[in-house]
């Protein structure tokens, strides 16, 4: 059981099925048995419209991020029409990801280059860059699936901690590692 606003720890080791859960949970694989009930609504319930309010409202940050061959302004805030994109909510994005001074000090800012699948990124800044699209998505659960693994401890600490000060009181986040 998870209630709203929990943060949640998972540690295990390789094959021990933390991905497995987590993909169940954000109702991408059907369980073999027993139900996940979301507000007490079972979410694989056939005709309802649990599953898609279900996974509009999760944002999830895989350890390998998915970038285009776009701007980083593009990136993080994915699938945004541009016209459409809030340029301070990207800014604190960036700033809570600890990727604001790396985009500052780049000769394009936030108009640089990311490369096909984020090529001209290192994987420390592909992983940022995936948790300011989280952050500036603003959803109510977050799961951070090894999403911190090519990050320095103290950059890791700095920004879980600003999602953790940051953050809305209600989000609900799991956070899946191999280490503590």
Not at 108 to 114: A, K, L, P
Not at 146 to 159: G, N, R, V
Request: with cysteine.
């Amino acid at each position: 059981s998870i209630k709203k606003g929990e943060n949640i720890g998972i540690f295990g080791t390789t094959g021990s099925g933390k991905t497995t859960f987590i993909n169940i949970l954000m109702g991408l694989i059907k369980p073999t048995n027993g139900k996940i009930l979301i507000d007490d609504r079972e979410l694989f319930e056939s005709g309802n419209k649990t599953i898609s309010l279900w996974r509009n409202n999760i944002d999830h940050i895989p350890q390998d991020i998915f970038l285009f061959d776009g701007s980083i302004l593009e990136n993080i805030a994915f699938c945004i029409p541009p016209d459409e994109i809030n340029f301070e909510k990207v800014k604190l994005s960036a700033k809570l990801a600890c990727l604001d001074k790396f985009i500052e000090g780049s000769k394009n800012g936030y108009d640089t280059q990311v490369g096909e699948l984020g090529l001209k990124l290192s994987g420390g800044q592909k992983q940022r860059l995936g948790i300011a699209r989280a952050l500036y998505r603003n959803s109510n659960f977050l799961i951070l699936d090894e999403s911190t693994s090519a990050l320095d401890q103290k950059t890791e600490k700095m920004i879980i901690s600003n999602i953790f000060s940051k953050s809305k009181k209600s989000l609900t986040t799991i956070t899946i590692a191999h280490r503590l």
